[in-house]
């Protein structure tokens, strides 16, 4: 059974600087992506980040050069965020596409303010 762990949310000043992260268990090997959304209250889900298996990346243009998402061994992906702005306040959720299937952890929150 695939699942996923997200942690790293919290309270951060602008300018400042997160790391989430999140670990996928069972059936890992057969792990085609990982990625970031988020979701703001009110507002629709938005792709934040993606890795394939491959090593292809692809980043929202609102957070190209500020944010970086990678992966090690053990299908951990990592979203390194830079630079944070008070619209970048939202949740932040892991998904991960297995065998056909898309998979989501819980979400962590994430809170850019003063």
């Known amino acids: 059974q695939v699942q996923l762990v997200e942690s790293g949310g919290g309270l951060v000043q602008p300018g400042g600087s997160l790391r989430l992260s999140c670990v996928i268990s069972g059936s890992s090997s057969n792990v085609n992506y990982m990625g970031w959304y988020r979701q703001a209250p009110g507002e629709q889900r938005e792709l934040v980040a993606r890795?394939?298996?491959?090593?292809?990346i692809y980043y929202a243009n609102a957070v190209k050069g500020r944010f970086t998402i990678y992966r090690d061994t053990k299908n951990t992906v990592y979203l390194q965020m830079n630079s944070l702005k008070p619209e970048d306040t939202a949740y932040y959720s892991c998904?991960?596409?297995?065998?056909?299937?898309?998979?989501w952890g819980k979400g962590t929150l994430v809170t850019v303010s003063s």
């Open positions: 998904t991960a596409h297995v065998l056909g299937l898309d998979h």
């Open positions: 890795i394939l298996s491959g090593g292809n």
